[in-house]
């Protein structure tokens, strides 16, 4: 393995990360999928999750990822997502009170399909997996 | 004729105007600042995405998802019009509501039925004062601080109109930021997704040889399926981003002319109060002396 991969992961807010990674692991809708350098161009949609890199100095990094796609290049992978966070930017105490906003509205919907419990089934997907990355410390 | 103290008052009064509309003025630079921030945020996401979006299109062809699709018989229409939710800030409101006026003239000709999503205050007030169908309303948001999600939920809601037919075509009204000087109203087509632009010429050849040979994961088809409400939501986003900026930029523009009109009309009035107050002076001299001639006589 030589050389580095570069990172961009952007939010329609911002650019959340920036930087070069010697590996990065994304949550794709068909399962997780590692990249390092040379990989061939290749699309892939993105889960509700956390997307893993080891930095320029072996270091080993986490950002949230709430679904979007990421597209990859020889030398190059630029994920997209509708929101993503540092996991030292997650905002935990928002993630609880969503977590059980959630919890609460899907014991209250009965109807599976209705819109609503896919909107709190989601929010509560995305909470789960901000707390879990939050909490786990590396 | 305005008396010394009339003359006074009204200066006192234009001066207090002059300190708001300068006030006014700069908050709305600094918010101006604020919302070109959140626009240049938004142009990397929003590059990557349309040139994503052109090769995948491309590559899956005609046909790939409903969205793509043009209604042989449009018989409803709705118009996402962005507005500002507050005034003085010159015409910008105006001429967001004279384009999407326009707009609706040249298509109520074909017999469609249209009906408003509204985004900002003003463009609601219109709506309603001329019994327009208002199908949903969104204020507090153009002008502040929003986040993606509210072009999503937005754009959800679009989306399932489209698809179970109760919108034939989708529309949104928006002001184009082109400088602090200058913003222009604009109609643009979003659902059905008109067909996606490619990449521009010279960049088609460099990034072309690339993505022929791209991987999908899922299929090209249910990638694009996948991307092409996104590319709705963006479509939403950007032009919520756009009009906020151009309301501050508006404003600013506004504020600064109605400081400068300040400034006019204090000057005027102090040259009328100088010159009420001269003649005052030699009114009153004209007395003195007069009756200093008529002792003497």
Request: glycine letters at 8%; a neutral charge.
């Amino acid at each position: 393995m030589a050389g580095n991969i570069k990172l961009e992961v952007v939010t329609p807010e911002k650019s959340v990360v920036s930087e070069d990674a010697k590996i990065v692991v994304a949550p794709g809708n068909l399962g997780d999928f590692g990249v390092l350098i040379g990989h061939t161009p290749f699309l892939s949609t993105l889960k509700v999750g956390s997307l893993r890199y080891i930095d320029a100095n072996n270091t080993e990094r986490y950002v949230f990822i709430s679904g979007g796609f990421a597209e990859t290049l020889p030398d190059k992978v630029t994920v997209l997502a509708e929101s993503a966070e540092r996991r030292r930017d997650i905002d935990v105490q928002r993630a609880k009170t969503s977590l059980e906003r959630a919890q609460k509205r899907l014991a209250d919907i009965s109807k599976k399909e209705d819109f609503d419990f896919m909107r709190a089934r989601t929010a509560l997907e995305r909470a789960l997996h901000r707390l879990k990355l939050s909490g786990s410390r590396a | 004729m305005a008396t010394l103290k009339d003359v006074l008052t009204k200066i006192g009064a234009v001066k207090k105007t002059k300190q708001i509309t300068k006030a006014m003025g700069m908050v709305a630079t600094s918010k101006l600042r604020g919302a070109q921030q959140n626009m240049d945020g938004f142009r990397p996401y929003a590059g990557k995405f349309a040139e994503v979006l052109g090769s995948l299109a491309e590559k899956a062809g005609e046909g790939a998802s409903p969205l793509l699709v043009p209604r042989e018989e449009v018989k409803k229409i709705n118009i996402v019009l962005c507005t500002s939710d507050r005034g003085l800030c010159g015409g910008f409101n105006a001429n967001l509501i004279a384009a999407a006026k326009k707009f609706v003239n040249e298509r109520s000709e074909q017999e469609v039925d249209i009906s408003f999503t509204n985004f900002g205050k003003k463009g609601r007030d219109w709506c309603r004062t001329n019994k327009m169908e208002i199908d949903s309303e969104n204020l507090g948001i153009v002008g502040a601080k929003f986040g993606f999600n509210v072009a999503l939920t937005a754009g959800q809601k679009l989306i399932d109109g489209f698809l179970d037919g109760t919108y034939d075509e989708i529309y949104v009204v928006f002001s184009e930021f082109i400088s602090t000087a200058r913003q222009i109203p604009t109609v643009k087509q979003i659902l059905p997704i008109p067909p996606i632009e490619t990449a521009e010429e010279e960049e088609v050849d460099t990034v072309k040889p690339f993505l022929a040979e791209h991987i999908c994961e899922p299929s090209p088809k249910e990638l694009l399926g996948d991307l092409l409400p996104r590319h709705v939501y963006v479509q939403i986003y950007s032009g919520l981003l756009e009009t906020s900026t151009s309301e501050h930029a508006a404003r600013m523009a506004a504020m600064d002319n109605a400081t400068s009109a300040c400034d006019d009309m204090i000057s005027s009035l102090s040259l009328a109060y100088n010159k009420a107050r001269q003649a005052a002076i030699t009114a009153e001299l004209m007395d003195i002396v007069g009756g200093a001639e008529a002792l003497k006589g």
